[in-house]
């Protein structure tokens, strides 16, 4: 019997029905979780760009964290907030601001340890929600988008298997062909030279995502259903303090963090949480990134006078426990500095490309059957641009009103679904919301610079403003490479019209 591994046409063919309806099967909220994943690689720039006239200081020194715990303690006390524990972020390279959090108290903290005005990273935190759970309750949420890099991966993998060619036409790249053809060669194109960025980005989103989902499975069948001692395979117990505790004196900072410096001295340190502040059996924690390691950082466990009760080891762990501990950094790019988040951002962009090029393929093939799907088509292009002019606007709407971004982004994409489905034409919706997205950006900055002023163009809100500016002039490129197409289109036409009638 001959053994041969060129793929059969049979094979190929059921490769590429099954890579079509996972794609149509997943297509809308897959394209929102690439499109909001690709701007929360700015996560912490766009934290800062939120409140741009806020102090950064990476120095501090260790009395402010005893003032602040003080004035935090006694904020949550006249507030009559419950809390167990104090967490600070410490300022470092990503958040050059000093934060306290008590309870649901989230203040700024000044260099002298008083206590400034409230943290509200609203906007940000529903980037980052819509991407991990698309908005709905964390435990749904979560596993659905775990479940969806799960099918991001089929497709990715399906993909490459449905083009036995795919070595040979890696340079094939027919922009003045057809529509179908300049989609399908943007389509493996960009599938083929950016595979293994997005088979990470699926397989690190999957992992994180479906975790939760694993730590019950694997509670059920070893620890009788306990998942806190799955967790605890990972991370240290957390203390506990007994009933009626008595007060003592409050953490020695200074001393802490002197430690600090002689057992870590290259580590960055980027939190701090005080366990039971001026009770019995406090506890402090401090966490750290590790240079040249992947894992999102290291934890210290300190007793009150400095002295150290043990490092958590997540940097030195078994491989298991590291490869988990790094999947965090490498789904979102925060290593290796910003070139890094740079590349990510170009190559989120080009996976949205990629889930809009395949389903345009699709509906451009069912319309040279004979069998078009106008609606379908109204509404999904409602959504390829819709979705990003939502997000633009919710950015907009509550810089300026502190509308929830949720409903607005939600409400948006929706409402244009619904109307598209009834109304318009397919050129007239992209038109339409190619120039309303370029709108929202540009009104996103210029909102911000009103409320800001001159905050508005520094550190990371040059940063937050430069991706705004950017996408809008992306797509204002794109609305005139669209309006060449169609001019030389007609004039091709007309010439060709004029030559026939001779």
Request: charged share 20%; glycine share 8%; aromatic share 10%.
């Amino acid at each position: 019997m001959k053994f041969s591994l060129k793929p059969t046409p049979a094979f190929v063919r059921d490769m590429t029905d099954g890579h079509s309806v996972l794609g149509l099967a997943v297509s809308t909220l897959l394209y929102i979780v690439c499109v909001s994943g690709t701007l929360a690689v700015f996560y912490n720039e766009f934290e800062r760009w939120e409140q741009a006239s806020e102090l950064e200081n990476l120095e501090v020194s260790p009395s402010a964290y005893q003032l602040a715990t003080e004035q935090a303690v006694a904020l949550a006390k006249e507030e009559k907030e419950e809390f167990d524990s104090i967490k600070f972020t410490i300022p470092n390279t990503d958040m050059p601001r000093l934060t306290v959090e008590v309870g649901d108290i989230e203040r700024y903290v000044a260099a002298d340890g008083s206590l400034l005005g409230k943290v509200e990273h609203e906007w940000t935190h529903f980037l980052a929600y819509l991407h991990f759970a698309l908005n709905l309750p964390l435990g749904l949420g979560v596993p659905l988008v775990g479940l969806i890099g799960v099918l991001m991966a089929a497709l990715i993998l399906s993909g490459l298997l449905a083009h036995p060619k795919i070595i040979k036409d890696a340079f094939s790249f027919r922009l003045t062909g057809s529509k179908r053809l300049q989609q399908v060669d943007l389509h493996n194109r960009l599938g083929v030279w950016a595979s293994p960025f997005h088979l990470a980005i699926a397989i690190t989103g999957a992992f994180i995502g479906l975790s939760q989902v694993a730590a019950f499975a694997i509670a059920g069948l070893f620890f009788d259903g306990d998942t806190e001692r799955v967790e605890h395979i990972l991370y240290r117990e957390h203390p506990i303090m007994e009933e009626n505790a008595p007060e003592m004196p409050l953490p020695d900072f200074a001393e802490i963090l002197a430690q600090m410096e002689r057992i870590a001295p290259n580590e960055e340190r980027t939190k701090l949480e005080v366990a039971f502040p001026g009770r019995e059996g406090q506890v402090v924690e401090i966490w750290t990134r590790v240079p040249e390691k992947l894992v999102w950082g290291e934890r210290y466990h300190f007793n009150p006078d400095g002295s150290l009760i043990e490092k958590e080891g997540w940097s030195e762990g078994d491989a298991a426990k590291q490869v988990y501990l790094s999947t965090f950094r490498l789904h979102f790019g925060h290593f290796s500095g910003f070139p890094v988040k740079i590349a990510y951002f170009l190559l989120g962009i080009g996976m949205c490309v990629l889930v809009v090029s395949g389903i345009n393929i699709w509906l451009v093939r069912k319309r040279q059957r004979g069998q078009p799907a106008k609606r379908l088509e109204r509404v999904w292009m409602a959504q390829v641009w819709g979705i990003p002019f939502a997000i633009a606007l919710s950015a907009v709407t509550y810089l300026a009103f502190a509308v929830p971004a949720a409903q607005v982004f939600w409400g948006t994409t929706v409402v244009l679904s619904v109307v598209a489905a009834f109304a318009g034409t397919v050129a007239g919706w992209s038109m339409l919301l190619r120039g309303a997205t370029i709108a929202a950006c540009v009104l996103a900055v210029i909102v911000h610079t009103s409320i800001f002023g001159a905050d508005s163009f520094v550190h990371a809100s040059l940063v937050a403003n430069a991706v705004w500016l950017l996408i809008a002039a992306g797509i204002a490129a794109s609305c005139l490479y669209t309006w060449v197409r169609r001019r030389d289109g007609a004039f091709a036409s007309s010439v060709g019209s004029a030559v026939g009638s001779r």
